[in-house]
């Protein structure tokens, strides 16, 4: 957990306030570091480390404004985006993988009796018909790939 590192704070601590005021240190570094890798511009806003504060946030916001009026960018795959995360709900539509986890761990599923085996199938196939089940989906399949609620299933 490199946030929780008692390091980050001692540097904060240490440092004067006019770096915390008037730059962002992190981006600052990046620049002096490798201006190289500071050049390459953020895939969701188009901004680089090394800009200004200001100058980040008018093209962050006006490229964001950009593509949700002007723009009508067509990405390789449905479930792409132009920021960190992809479509979780749709990457499960388009792969399909949902099915085979339920069907992998179908006894697991009988055996769990928190768990109703039908629904989470009916849910599945409610989310694939295109209701939104995202959340639901993806904590089951969490549940059933972890290892303890084996122990609680088995007789």
């Not at 199938?121 to 939104?132: I, L, P």
Request: with cysteine.
């Amino acid at each position: 957990m490199p946030f929780l590192d008692n390091r980050f704070i001692d540097l904060a601590c240490s440092m004067p306030i006019r770096y915390h005021l008037r730059r962002d240190v992190i981006n600052a570094a990046l620049d002096a570091l490798s201006p190289e890798l500071a050049g390459i511009r953020h895939s969701e806003t188009g901004a680089r480390p090394a800009s200004r504060f200001p100058v980040d946030q008018v093209r962050k916001y006006g490229s964001l404004f950009w593509r949700k009026h002007v723009d009508d960018e067509q990405l390789p795959r449905p479930y792409y985006s132009r920021g960190p995360w992809r479509d979780r709900g749709t990457v499960l539509r388009e792969r399909g993988f949902g099915r085979t986890v339920l069907e992998r761990n179908d006894d697991l599923l009988r055996g769990l009796p928190f768990l109703d085996r039908e629904a989470a199938y009916d849910r599945y196939d409610a989310h694939m018909a295109g209701e939104d089940h995202t959340a639901e989906l993806y904590t089951l399949f969490t549940l059933l790939g972890t290892p303890v609620f084996e122990e609680i299933a088995r007789p």
